[in-house]
């Protein structure tokens, strides 16, 4: 019996101790690359190894915040992915240094464009939002297409704005092209797993800050209380969330759930 109660006294210590640790590290001001692989067989042969920077949510609230973002952008340059897509919420609450905010995410490097979508908060204040983004390289998409041309080939890019209705922008041309899908809520892919686009890109949830193994996020939002974190697949289309890049200015702890930048390598 002592010796069952020293291994039960041994597991919870470890799980203490391994709470604290994940507390501690997640309340920092840090994030790190999360890379993924897709491979799947609807990409283009001349794709194979295409290179995607995604993120999402920087939440900005500070002008700490800002060299936080500097430092980011210095490290992800040094991935030297193909495209960068940015998944909206560019500030937490109200927006400031606005033109130094656009400054740094000019600086971010992308030999095959960058591209965003606005999320719920960016859509307060959608104008200026737009133009900030646009002024750092952006294509701001608003339920449009852009076709991404590679090695005399193309993939689709769908840019989704509070919808999952990708009929408009799919047709007899381009039905049978690899599409991805990006948009800021990850409920629509409730609509969007039933056309025909592979990948899904979203953020907003923010991995559900609190996730518990073989449970998931604990905190959901609206348009993220069904898929709230993580990689989910369905009828062929699969949906990435990404943690975000920072946490909101509201709530500064998180577990399991680790600020992060996508790297995404795309696999015939």
């Known amino acids: 019996m002592n010796k069952i109660k020293k291994i039960i ?59 936080h973002l500097k430092e ?28 130094q905010v ?27 939002n737009t133009n900030l983004l646009t002024e750092a390289g952006f294509e701001v998409l608003h339920n449009e297409l852009r076709y991404i041309y590679y090695k005399g080939s193309i993939i689709d890019l769908l840019g989704l704005e509070n919808s999952g209705d990708c009929s408009g922008l799919i047709s007899e041309d381009n039905k049978d092209h690899y599409k991805i899908a990006l948009v800021h809520q990850p409920d629509y892919f409730t609509q969007i797993k039933e056309s025909s686009v592979q990948l899904q ?19 959901t939002k609206e348009m993220g209380k069904k898929y709230v974190s993580g990689k989910h697949t369905n009828n062929g289309t699969t949906l990435l969330i990404s ?13 399991m759930t680790y600020d992060e930048i996508n790297i995404i390598k795309l696999k015939k």
Not at 44 to 63: A, C, M, R, V
Not at 76 to 92: E, P, Q, R, T
Not at 203 to 216: A, E, Q, V
Request: glycine share 8%; with cysteine.
């Open 9 to 67: 006294l041994i597991i919870l210590s470890c799980f203490l101790v391994i709470c604290l640790y994940q507390w501690y590290i997640q309340s920092q001001n840090t994030y790190h690359f999360k890379e993924t692989a897709f491979t799947q067989k609807a990409l283009p042969k001349e794709f194979n190894g295409f290179t995607i920077g995604y993120f999402s949510d920087l939440n900005l609230s500070s002008k700490e915040d800002l060299n």
């Open 102 to 128: 656009s400054q740094i995410l000019k600086n971010i490097h992308s030999r095959y464009g960058k591209f965003a979508v606005l999320g719920e908060k960016d859509q307060g204040d959608s104008t200026n």
């Open 72 to 99: 980011a952008v210095k490290d992800l340059n040094k991935k030297d992915v193909d495209l960068i897509l940015f998944g909206g919420d560019i500030y937490s609450n109200d927006s400031f240094e606005t033109d």
């Open 201 to 219: 890109l979203s953020g907003h949830t923010l991995g559900g800050y609190y996730k518990i193994p073989f449970i998931g996020g604990l905190e």
């Open 243 to 255: 943690n975000g890049f920072h946490k909101e200015s509201n709530d500064q702890h998180r577990f």
